[in-house]
């Protein structure tokens, strides 16, 4: 039984989570459906046979031929009744690995972001803005000077790429401006060779922190970067998809955008190798110590019973960002049928999209103007206004969740710059992610992919309105279930005392007028402690949003073959 995380940290190829189809995972297919969604299965138990490392507290998962070996029952069973009773066995472990699944992480910030009732809300909320800020911009860019900006999203590798801007528009410079992105979204930057297709920030602006482990909170991230640059401001700080690394303990890459290159240097020499501390909030720790001890017994024995774990710490490997090179596609892709499909399906894509974010006038222009284009220019067009204003990878075959999921697709921080010791490759987890994506696209044939994730995206789009009020109403329900559960914990720490009230906490029993009053101390004097009698309301929201998730990021599930098909077993037996 080998453990998973080990041996996802190895340089060789993962066979569960690699570009290759897993052994495990074919012969899962001929057993039969694997049962849950998101489930990915490698063959386990072969190179640390011995080890009794376990999975999420579980065994790994028995093949129906391991599982077959490991039945002694009296009766020989038809193969219908083993497949029967194999099934319930395989739905069974399924779940208690999603249970414990979720016990593992849901705390985690990431595991909030996907599915947190608030976080769901505000990202759809997040991209919107994001899209129409940034279809402006893009507008702003195609009007100013059309032909340079056609060329520069071109997708050929021999148009657009070589800075030939002197050919097309001469007179009319492209159109970065260098207005600081806004509270709402856009990209805007400044001294930066342009590129159409990219966000802007995604070159030469941009530095790339490798393996945040995911304890690594986004807030502890950034007041870590803006100490250690003091006077130089970030513009964005933009996380990927934990996701993508769920063979890699979900670790996260960060992206920092700077305004201008020079700063974007100094930020790669400055961050490389600086420390950050995981926070632990003491007042929090105290609080949640004191409720525990609140029944019997007091504070002191319930916070020796549990003490805090030491804060654990995380070394910043940051580098210049370099975004890797074009996917290499299908040559079936490049036929002029093909071509002219794509054409009308990306921008079909794109209206459903702009649709679905309420974007209106500004965002057609762009498309009207490619509408006069030739086909290729069209589709061009189309996929770099999908990239930047809906974080949608036409040829990539699927959305990004936002622009950390964007950059992550794209590739991680390969090295160079003025980074020492930069690494030569791509973050493993978005190497692993794009060989994975590659191979599917090759092996499965690409158009089918493309069009199918294209469909469905636009079939999303099209039930957008329902999914937003639901979500929505999900987030008002939990705000309201959070209102409620704060209600009782400021009643219960406050204490009437003739006319006035006092402060129910210990150490503190500040009187104040009213009730009124201590509850608003208790608000602002005692926030973490409020925070954390609330806390524990997000569960149940967080588990229904888990469970509905047809993606869930499960970990590879190490399978257990059984001793005859090993090999070996069968001399010691
Ligand atoms: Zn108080």
Known sequence: ??????????????????GAPARGDSRE?????????????????RSRRGSTSRFYGQDPLKTL?????AQHDEVELSEDQYREQYDAYKRDYMAKL?????????AAEWFRERYGPREVAERRADLRAWAHAEAALLAEQLRRAPANFLASVA???QAGSDGKWAEHDAAA?????????SAGGGSGGAEEAFDGKAIAGHGSRCIFIRRVPAWCTRALLQATIESEMGEIGLQRLALSDAARSRDNEYTRSAWCVFATEEEARTAARRLHKALTYEQVAPEAAAAAAAEAAAGGGDAASAAAAAPPPAPRQFTFQAFAHRARGSMQLDKSMSYASRVAHDAEQAVALALELDEEKGLGRAARDGEERGAHAATCARLDLACAYLRRVHMYSYYGAQQCMGEGDLLGENGGGAGGGDSAKAPQEEDESAKRAREEQEAALRGDGTGERVDAAAGARMEEARGSVAAAAAELATAAAFEAAEAAQLDVWLAAHTLPEEAHARCGIKDCGKLFKDATFVHKHLKNKHAAAAEAAVADVAVPFLRAAFDADPRKPLPTVPLDIGESARGGGRDRD
């Open 173 to 181: 410079p492209p159109a970065v401006v260098g207005r600081k992105r």
């Open 65 to 69: 031929e391991a599982w077959k070996e």
């Open 1 to 18: 039984m080998y453990n998973n995380r080990r041996r996802s940290r190895s340089r060789s190829p993962a066979r569960g989570g690699g």
């Open 29 to 45: 297919r001929r057993n039969g459906r694997v049962g849950t969604g998101g489930g990915r299965f490698a063959e386990g138990g």
């Open 98 to 106: 999603e249970a414990a699944f979720f016990g593992a992480h849901a």
């Open 155 to 157: 997708l050929s590798p």
